[in-house]
């Protein structure tokens, strides 16, 4: 009889540890979800971005440098673009010194307009947004 209680004892402290294991590791936890969520995945989407955007370097396309030269692409080669930076200056860089591109005016009024008509659909019901959306089409093609 006297084993009875030092086996409940042992049953209790047991218990206890598995308690603290999971109340010492959950503000672990929490602080990698918070790195995950805030850190890592807007850097794993940007650089995804950044990648399609050098992918998607053609001939005629006005570019920056990460050194912040201007200028435009000449040709396209697989690892490497030549860019125009004068009428006689022609540059070679790799394709990641390229930091960004530079959108005509036809592209940066195509993207107001597509911002704009998401602000007016964004508080209407699906079927109000797509008879505006088709109002619109034809209002276009009207011009």
Do not use: W
């Amino acid at each position: 009889m006297s084993f009875i209680p030092f086996l409940q004892a042992g049953g209790a402290a047991s218990a206890s540890t598995s308690g603290s294991l999971i109340g010492s590791l959950l503000p672990f936890l929490l602080i990698i979800v918070i790195f995950y969520l805030f850190l890592i995945r807007p850097q794993n989407k940007k650089q995804k971005e950044t990648q399609k955007m050098l992918d998607a370097l053609k001939k005629g396309d006005k570019v920056i440098t990460i050194g912040g030269i201007h200028g435009t692409v000449s040709s396209v080669k697989e690892n490497t673009v030549i860019v125009k930076v004068d009428d006689d200056c022609k540059l070679e860089f790799n394709r990641t010194a390229i930091s960004s591109v530079e959108l005509t005016e036809a592209e940066k009024a195509k993207l107001a307009e597509e911002a704009k008509s998401k602000k007016l659909f964004k508080g209407k019901k699906s079927s109000d947004a797509a008879a505006d959306a088709k109002a619109a089409e034809t209002a276009e093609e009207n011009k």
